[in-house]
């Protein structure tokens, strides 16, 4: 094979490991995010029996990158709560810990 075929195979196998591990983190972190935006809407909505669905999940990049200054990459959800006839909507990043935040209700 030539040098550049194996160049493109090696960045198409990075491209590839580098998506399989986003999505290995955000499946990871999904279950408590799904938890945190259900806990506050069913807190907000005072309904406990709302449930919560994800609408959409992936991993922001950094606002700031360079070779000195760099950032944290970090999961974001976006997770639909509904129930006792009210909707609202969660954006939720959980954190490198345990613990989780819900922010921006909106709702709809």
């Given at each position: 094979?030539?040098?550049p075929?194996?160049?493109?195979a090696?960045?198409?196998a990075?491209?590839?490991a580098g998506?399989?591990?986003?999505?290995q983190?955000?499946d990871?972190k999904?279950a408590?995010?799904?938890?945190t935006?259900?806990n506050?809407?069913?807190?907000?909505?005072?309904?406990?029996?709302?449930?919560?669905q994800?609408?959409?999940r992936e991993?922001?990049?950094?606002a700031?990158q360079?070779p000195v200054?760099?950032?944290i990459?970090?999961a974001?959800f976006?997770?639909g709560?509904?129930?006792?006839?009210?909707?609202?909507?969660f954006v939720?990043c959980p954190?490198?810990?345990?613990g989780c935040?819900?922010?921006?209700p909106?709702?709809?």
């Amino acid at each position: 094979m030539s040098k550049p075929c194996i160049r493109l195979a090696l960045g198409v196998a990075l491209v590839g490991a580098g998506r399989a591990s986003r999505s290995q983190c955000l499946d990871g972190k999904q279950a408590a995010a799904m938890q945190t935006a259900v806990n506050r809407g069913q807190l907000e909505t005072n309904c406990p029996v709302a449930t919560g669905q994800v609408l959409s999940r992936e991993v922001v990049q950094p606002a700031r990158q360079g070779p000195v200054l760099g950032g944290i990459q970090r999961a974001e959800f976006t997770v639909g709560v509904s129930g006792c006839g009210r909707r609202t909507t969660f954006v939720v990043c959980p954190d490198e810990g345990d613990g989780c935040f819900a922010t921006a209700p909106g709702d709809s």
